[in-house]
């Protein structure tokens, strides 16, 4: 069983990942980490990197609102992609 906490300080979403500030309860040193996407919303058993503890923290859930702004980013990224190769294809 684990006794430590990580607690979530921050984080962020993007396409492929959570980027966590997190804070360890045995040494109160903060650290970043990343975690796949696909563990949003479960509870996460790691290692301190400063102290080497076992413990865990539980990870967010995206909003409504963070969907609906990564939704909205990965359209302008295909439309991009889509555009650039069309200009590509008109220089030769």
């Known amino acids: 069983m684990t006794s430590t906490l990580f607690r979530l300080q921050s984080n962020k979403f993007s396409t492929d990942n959570i980027q966590a500030t997190l804070v360890c309860s045995k040494c109160a040193e903060v650290f970043s980490k990343e975690f ?15 102290c080497s503890s076992a413990g865990e923290t539980d990870l967010p859930y995206k909003s409504p609102e963070e969907r609906d702004n990564l939704e909205l980013d990965l359209d302008l990224v295909e439309d991009e992609e889509e555009n650039s190769g069309e200009e590509f294809e008109e220089s030769y």
């Open 36 to 50: 796949p996407l696909d563990l949003e919303g479960q509870t996460i058993e790691f290692k301190c990197p400063v």
